[in-house]
């Protein structure tokens, strides 16, 4: 069973960056493809981004694409989301997430992914 463990969270001023981390634990991480999602209040959770098992392909949805960054390393079981030029819309809680299936449709899918963790806030003041 995968632990996993969201920090970097907290208040930016809009144009500023975070880094989230997800460290994890009990289990051989790599085996994961990893994605981490978002949920705003009163909205629906949704797909951010994801990272292969290896590193080597990303995935973003489109209002992120040029600003955020994932990136994984499998040596230390975490896997990052480097967030630039953040935007007031992009205030949320953000949750890691792994997942052992493949392709990019289950990747998008939150229900694919039985690992989760606690979430961080991300709040961006404009």
């Known amino acids: 069973q995968v632990q996993l463990v969201e920090s970097g969270g907290g208040v930016v001023q809009a144009g500023g960056s975070l880094r989230l981390s997800c460290a994890a634990s009990?289990?051989?991480?790599?085996?994961?493809?990893m994605g981490w999602f978002r949920q705003a209040p009163g909205k629906e959770r949704e797909f951010v981004a994801a990272?292969?098992?290896?590193?080597?392909?990303?995935y973003y949805t489109d209002s992120v694409k040029g600003r955020f960054t994932i990136s994984r390393d499998n040596t230390k079981n975490t896997v990052y989301l480097q967030m630039n030029s953040l935007k007031p819309e992009d205030t949320a809680v953000y949750s890691c997430?792994?997942?052992?299936?493949?392709?990019?449709?289950?990747?998008?899918?939150?229900?694919?992914?039985?690992?989760w963790g606690q979430g961080t806030q991300v709040t961006v003041s404009s």
């Open positions: 009990g289990g051989t991480v790599s085996t994961y493809a």
């Open positions: 990272v292969s098992r290896g590193g080597g392909s990303t």
């Open positions: 997430a792994a997942t052992p299936t493949y392709g990019l449709n289950s990747y998008m899918s939150a229900n694919q992914y039985p690992y």
